[in-house]
């Protein structure tokens, strides 16, 4: 899994930690249009885009 978020990371040019936390929220059940409005604190300011393309 690791392994996989550096990659995803790398791809984007997104952080580890903000890949970590934001695959952390959507594991819970969260939704991207809620992740990106309300967890900015917690995905670095990902929007919805971004949050769409670490989920994909």
């Known amino acids: ?9 790398a791809s ?6 903000q890949i ?3 695959l952390s929220l959507l594991k819970e059940g ?3 249009p ?4 309300y967890r900015k604190e ?3 300011g990902l929007d919805e ?3 769409g393309n670490i989920k994909e």
């Open 30 to 32: 969260a939704t991207i």
């Open 42 to 44: 917690v995905t670095g």
């Open 49 to 51: 885009v971004q949050i």
């Open 20 to 22: 970590n936390n934001t």
């Open 1 to 9: 899994m690791e392994l996989f978020n550096q990659l995803i990371s």
């Open 12 to 17: 984007l040019s997104i952080s580890e930690k």
């Open 34 to 37: 809620f992740i990106s409005r």
